[in-house]
C-alpha cells in the first residue's frame, strides 16, 4: 500500500502533470500529423526524457503513443489519411461516415471509444502484470530462453505477411545485437578494434533512424504530391455516442479485449489489432453488407481495440522484459538506462514505478476525452502548418537526438545508416519491427541460451524439464512447424499455379 | 527500389558467410564447450538459409518477367532525386563539418537550404530557421547539457 501512495506522490508532482501534459500535446500534433506516427513519437522523446527521473520520462512516452493512437484517428475522418498507421484500417470507413455528413459522431465515436478502450487496457494491464511477475520469479534461464524466442517468433509469424521475410529482418537485427561485448565470456565481437563499436549498437538512435529519418526519406519525395486540403467543419462531437454505446456495446467489449491480446503478443501492436478487431467485427456483424458504406460498427471495434492495444503492449514488457510492439520496445531500452532492468524484480523492487505506470496510463485515457476534443478543433491549424518546413525540423531534432544518445557522432552514423536501411526494408517487404526486436533482445536471448546451454551440458532435454520451460518450448516449436508446413504448403501450390 | 529477391539473397549470403568467418577468430576457452562463437554462428546458419530461400523464390519471380531492380517512377524525375537525397546528405554533411563550424551556424544553413530546397518561401525560411535552430541548442546545449560542437563560436559562447 505504502508504493501506492508513494506512486501518488510521484505522479501528482506539478513539474511531472507538466511533462505529462506537455507529452499530451506532442503526441495530439504528431498523431494528427499524417507521416509521423507513434512510434516516431517515441522514438523522437527518448532524446527529451533522458536526462529526467524515471516517472516524468516513462509517463511523457505512456501520455505521448495513448494521445498520439487516438489523433491518428481524426485525419482519417477529415481527409481519409490516417494519422498514424494504427487507423489505416477503418480510414475508408470513416471517411464515408464523413461524405454521409456524419463527421462529428464519427470523432465522438473515436475519442470517447479510444479512451474506453484505453481503459480496459490499462485495467488488464492492472490486473495482470502483478500475477504474471509473481509466476516469473520464479523463473530460469530456461523460461527465459523460451519466452523471448517464442516473443520473436510471434513477431515474425503475425508481423508479416511472408515470414521468411520476417525472419530475415529478425536474424538481422539479432546479429546486430551480437556486436560489442559478448554478455557471456566478455569477449569483443565485430568490434574491429573500434571503441564505439565496442560499446554495442545503440539501439536508440537505430530506432530514430529506423522509424523517423525512413518515414522523413518517403516524405521528402511525397511532399509535392499532398495537395491543399480541405478541412471540413466540426459541431457537437458529442451528440449521440451514448447511444452508440448501448447499441454497440458488444463491440466494444469484444475489441478492447482483443486488442489487449494482440497488443501483448510480441511483435503486433495498434495497427494490426485495428485490422483484425476490423475484421472480427465484419465477420460477426449481422449486418456485414453495410461495412464499407460509412458504418459505425467496425469504427467502434476497431477504434477501442488500437487504443487497449498500447496497454497491452506494457505487460509483457514490464513482466518479462520482451516488448509487446516496437513503442514498448522503445520503452525497455529507456528502463535499462534509468538502471530499472524490466522483469519481474521491478515489481518487487520498485514496485512504486510500476503503480506510477498504472496511474498514468489511467491519467492519460481520462485526460484523452478533453484533450482530443480540442485537438479535434484545432485540426485545421495543425494541417496549416507546411511540410515544406516540417520535413526539416524533424532532421534536426533526429540528428541532435541521436547525438545526444552517445554523446559523440556514431549515435548520428547510426541513425543515417539505419534510417536508410529502414526505407530500403519497407520498399522490399521487409518488415524492420522484428529486426528493432531482435536487437533489443539479442542480449537478453543469447544470455538465457548460454547459461541454459552450460547448465545443460549437452544435455538437450534439460531445455524441457522444467514444466513451464516445457511447455514454452512445445509451444515454439509447434509454431515452428506450424510455419514450415504453411511455407511447404505455398511452395507446393506455387507451381501447380504457374 | 525494390530489388529481385535473389540479389537480396545473394547480399545475404556474403554478410552471414562473413560473419561466420570472422567467429573463427574468436577465442575458445578450454574445458567450456560453448563460447562467443556459437550465438553468431547459429544466426549465421538461420541467415543462410533464409538466403537460400530467398534465392530460389527470386528465380521464380525472374522466370515470370520481374527485374533485378525496379525503381519507383519517381526516379526518373532529378528533382525528387534530390529531394530523396536532401536529407541523408543533409546528415552527410552535419557529419563531416560539426566540428569545424559548430552546431548553430552549420544547424541554421542546414535548415535553410533544406526549408529552401524543398519550395519555402525565403521570408517565412529564414526567421524559421533561426529560431529553431537557436530553441533546439538552447534545449539539448543548455537545458539537456548535450555537449553540442561549438565550432566557430567557441570562444563566443
Given amino acids: 500500500m505504502d508504493a501506492v501512495l508513494t506512486a501518488f506522490g510521484l505522479v501528482f508532482d506539478p513539474s511531472v502533470l507538466l511533462v505529462i501534459l506537455a507529452a499530451a500535446v506532442f503526441g495530439m500534433f504528431v498523431g494528427a500529423m499524417p507521416g509521423l506516427t507513434a512510434t516516431m513519437a517515441t522514438a523522437l522523446l527518448v532524446p527529451v526524457t533522458f536526462f529526467m527521473d524515471p516517472v516524468p520520462s516513462l509517463g511523457a512516452i505512456v ?17 481519409r489519411m490516417p494519422g498514424t498507421p494504427a487507423s489505416a484500417a477503418y480510414a475508408d470507413e470513416s471517411f464515408l461516415m464523413t461524405k454521409k455528413g456524419q463527421l462529428d459522431l464519427n470523432l465522438g465515436v473515436n475519442v470517447v471509444f479510444s479512451a474506453l478502450g484505453g481503459i480496459v487496457g490499462v485495467a488488464f494491464l492492472v490486473l495482470c502484470a502483478p500475477a504474471l511477475a509473481e509466476l516469473a520469479l520464479n523463473f530460469s534461464s530456461f523460461e527465459y530462453f523460451w519466452l523471448a524466442c517464442l516473443g520473436l517468433t510471434c513477431a515474425v509469424f503475425i508481423g508479416s505477411g511472408n515470414p521468411v521475410k520476417g525472419f530475415v529482418s529478425l536474424l538481422f537485427g539479432l546479429s546486430v545485437g551480437c556486436i560489442g561485448i559478448d554478455p557471456a565470456a566478455g569477449v569483443p565481437r565485430f568490434t574491429f578494434g573500434n571503441v564505439d563499436l565496442m560499446s554495442g549498437v545503440n539501439f536508440i538512435a537505430v530506432m530514430i533512424g529506423a522509424f523517423a529519418v525512413s518515414e522523413l526519406l518517403r516524405g521528402g519525395v511525397e511532399l509535392h504530391q499532398v495537395g491543399h486540403v480541405v478541412v471540413p467543419q466540426v459541431g457537437n462531437v458529442f451528440r449521440g455516442v451514448a447511444g452508440v454505446l448501448r447499441r454497440y456495446w458488444l ?14 503478443l510480441p511483435g503486433a501492436g495498434a495497427d ?4 483484425v478487431s476490423y475484421a472480427v467485427s465484419k465477420r460477426f456483424s449481422r449486418t456485414p453488407e453495410k461495412f464499407g458504406t460509412g458504418h459505425l460498427e467496425g469504427i467502434v471495434e476497431a477504434t477501442s481495440s488500437n487504443n487497449s492495444a498500447v496497454a497491452g503492449a506494457w505487460i509483457p514488457a514490464l513482466v518479462f522484459g520482451i516488448p509487446g510492439d516496437s513503442i514498448t520496445a522503445i520503452v525497455i531500452g529507456v528502463l535499462y ?17 510500476i503503480y ?25 491549424q495543425v494541417l496549416r502548418i507546411p511540410r515544406t518546413l516540417l520535413l526539416p525540423l ?4 533526429c540528428v541532435v537526438g541521436a547525438f545526444a544518445m552517445t554523446n559523440s557522432s556514431y549515435g548520428i552514423v547510426l541513425m543515417l545508416i539505419f534510417g536508410v ?7 522490399n517487404g521487409i518488415p524492420v519491427a522484428p529486426m528493432i526486436l531482435g536487437l533489443v533482445l539479442g542480449e537478453m536471448l543469447e544470455q538465457n541460451f548460454m547459461t541454459s546451454m552450460i547448465k545443460a551440458d549437452g544435455a538437450w532435454l534439460a531445455f524441457f524439464e522444467r514444466p513451464i520451460a516445457g511447455s514454452l518450448g512445445v509451444m515454439t516449436l509447434l509454431v515452428w512447424l506450424l510455419m514450415l508446413v504453411r511455407g511447404a504448403r505455398t511452395a507446393l501450390r506455387r507451381p501447380a499455379a504457374a | 527500389m525494390r530489388v529481385n529477391d535473389a540479389v537480396l539473397g545473394v547480399i545475404l549470403l556474403l554478410l552471414a558467410g562473413t560473419m561466420i568467418w570472422l567467429t573463427t577468430y574468436f577465442p575458445s576457452f578450454p574445458g567450456q564447450d560453448y563460447g562467443p562463437a556459437l550465438f553468431p554462428r547459429l544466426l549465421g546458419g538461420g541467415l543462410i538459409l533464409c538466403a537460400l530461400l530467398l534465392i530460389r523464390r527470386g528465380h521464380a519471380a525472374r522466370r515470370a518477367g520481374e527485374g533485378w531492380v525496379t525503381l519507383a517512377p519517381w526516379w526518373s524525375q532529378p528533382g525528387l532525386v534530390v529531394s530523396f537525397l536532401a536529407m541523408p546528405l543533409a546528415v552527410l554533411a552535419y557529419l563531416f563539418f560539426a566540428d569545424a563550424l559548430g552546431f548553430i551556424p552549420l544547424a541554421f544553413a542546414l535548415l535553410l537550404a533544406l526549408f529552401l530546397w524543398f519550395g519555402e518561401r525565403p521570408l517565412r525560411a529564414l526567421p524559421v530557421a533561426a529560431v529553431a535552430t537557436l530553441l533546439i541548442n538552447w534545449f539539448f546545449s543548455d537545458m539537456m547539457r548535450v555537449p553540442l560542437p561549438r565550432g566557430l563560436l567557441t570562444g563566443i559562447l
Avoid: C, Y
Wanted: aromatic share 12%.
Fill in chain 1, 63 to 79: 501520455t505521448a503513443t495513448a494521445m498520439a493512437i487516438f489523433a491518428g484517428d481524426i485525419p482519417a475522418a477529415m481527409l
Fill in chain 1, 251 to 264: 463491440n466494444f467489449v469484444r475489441g478492447s479485449l482483443l486488442g489487449t491480446l494482440i497488443g501483448a
Fill in chain 1, 272 to 275: 494490426i489489432a485495428a485490422w
Fill in chain 1, 337 to 353: 538506462m534509468k538502471g530499472m532492468n524490466p522483469g519481474p524484480t521491478v515489481f518487487t523492487e520498485n514496485p512504486q514505478f
Fill in chain 1, 356 to 380: 506510477a505506470v498504472f496511474i498514468i496510463f489511467v491519467l492519460a485515457n481520462v485526460v484523452m476525452i478533453p484533450l482530443g476534443w480540442a485537438a479535434i478543433k484545432s485540426m485545421k
Fill in chain 1, 394 to 397: 524533424i532532421l534536426l531534432f
Fill in chain 1, 421 to 427: 536501411l529502414g526505407w530500403f526494408m519497407e520498399e
